[in-house]
């Protein structure tokens, strides 16, 4: 099983990057892209962990466009964790981060839902982790405004809810760009979730090289669907997991939804294509 989506504590997942690989190990995986929000913090620890267990190790990471207010999550692979562009794009992703952390916090104030945000902006670069709307939730949660995470994103800080703000950043065409430019190859990440078609041929046009294909919350018709449409674009039908840990509902998909091998073999020659290097 090749799992080309995944998470580990460097943005929201709940296992550390070695723990992760460990798990994802055990669940039958051989080939791994550890992929979290914003930042590439856990991708070394996580190769080294796959080098020792032999599993095929691509860097990975999922970044947050903006297209109209909306968030748009692109998957960029094959990437130098820090080479100068990118890491300089990075650091202002997650300073758009914190500006929407304490404005969400500010929200919640002012409806009687207090958190002391910059306890845990300071918590979370101890541990080199990006602020994420999970670690509100978790707030939340632990401070008893609400009783599960769920409901702190359905009644608070979910797309549209009282307490929501949106994202400032990239359109999806410059993060595309940008991964390109340093190095890497970009995938639409679970396009029955954006739910935005018609956003697809303009990023193949700034080098898009694949879509998510197999996605656990993407239903059999959207698989077939995107699937057809990645043919049509022609792009790598790729896929993931997109866990977070054994609590998250996802967990049941580690091992059981990914890429198939052709198509990961595409995407390395795509890869090549583009830049001319074995990764
Ligand atoms: P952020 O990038 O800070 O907006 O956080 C987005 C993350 O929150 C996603 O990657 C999910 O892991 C998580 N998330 C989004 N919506 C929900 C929801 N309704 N319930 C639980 N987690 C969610
Ligand atoms: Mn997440
Ligand atoms: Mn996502
Ligand atoms: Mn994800």
Redesign the pocket.
Known sequence: MIDLHLHTTAS?GTLDPKALVRRAFSAGIRALSVTD?DTMAGVSLADQEATSLGVEFVSGIEI?AVLNGA?VHILGYFLHPAPHLLASFLEKQRED?LRRARKICKSLELLKMSINIENLITEAEKNNQV????VL?KALLKAGYVKT??EA??RWI?DGCPAYVQ?QGSSPEEVVKVISKAGGVSVLAHPGLLRKDQLIPRLVQAGLVGLEVHHPQHNERQRTHYFELAKKNLLIASGGSDY?GDNHHNAKCLGVVGTPRKEFLALRERLNKMHGVVS
């Open positions: 929201d929000h947050t968030d981060r602020i994420t709307r999970p939730a995470e769920r994103f359905g979910g994202r977070h």
